[in-house]
């Protein structure tokens, strides 16, 4: 089911010309053909650009607690579990995870590592959501569904940027950006780096750091060049169960 965004009513009540003009939003991760979300053949759910600034969220898992029927548990204070209908444990499986549209499901462990995809969330223009096992095309990961995480073209970015978010636990992010126009294409580099000493009790913190290149050249009329490479390092501690003695 579609729904129209914003307030396309007239004082009367009737759909006024805002109706005809709104953007549908396309998709790719349903069938692999670009379409409109409005002629997806699955039950989907897309996480726009607007919806990522406006959720307060502050990792990608929290943005699927937006999503129907989606879990999102702490295994500890850094590492998540994402689910559909309750199907999970530490390790949630039968779930695709994609990033434009290349898979980061770990066989080794039979899920994404969500610490692990270096993206920020300022790298994300949308986040594309099949629901239910009618993903065939993605194959038999993607049994509960598929996730597909779209990065922003560095086109659409401004030439810089940063944020800083300090909270509990000691947490201390910082994002770096830098985005650059060039006779033949666009660039962006940015950085990142998070740290938290996560619960007194469990002793579960983290630390890492990760350094992305996104890159869209076309050198000639007809050809055209996507480079997307990226660093990423740190520990995330699995923590202890600390007692005090009295």
Known sequence: MFVLPG??????????????????PTVTTASRFNQHLSDAPVSMTVIDRAMIQASG?????????????FQVAHVNTNKYAVTYHGHSDDFPRRLEVMIDGRSVYMPFISS?????????LDDIEK?????????????????????NIITRHPSTESRFGSSITLGSLDTQNTNLRFSEVTPIGHYRLSYAYEENNGSKQFADGARRHYLNFSGSFMPTHQDQ???????????TTIGAFKTQRV
């Not at 969220?57 to 029927?69: M, N």
């Not at 594309?128 to 993903?135: A, D, F, K, L, Y």
């Open 7 to 24: 307030n396309v009513y007239s004082a009367s009540g009737m759909l006024d010309e805002n109706a005809l003009l709104i953007d549908i």
């Open 57 to 69: 969220a502050q990792t990608i898992p929290d943005l699927f607690r937006l999503v129907p029927g």
């Open 112 to 120: 994404p590592d969500w610490t692990s995809l270096g993206l920020h």
């Open 127 to 147: 986040i594309e959501i099949v629901r239910g096992s009618n993903t065939a095309t993605h194959g038999s990961n993607a049994f509960l569904g598929a996730i």
């Open 225 to 235: 060049i996507e480079i997307r490479t990226g660093v990423d390092r740190g520990y």
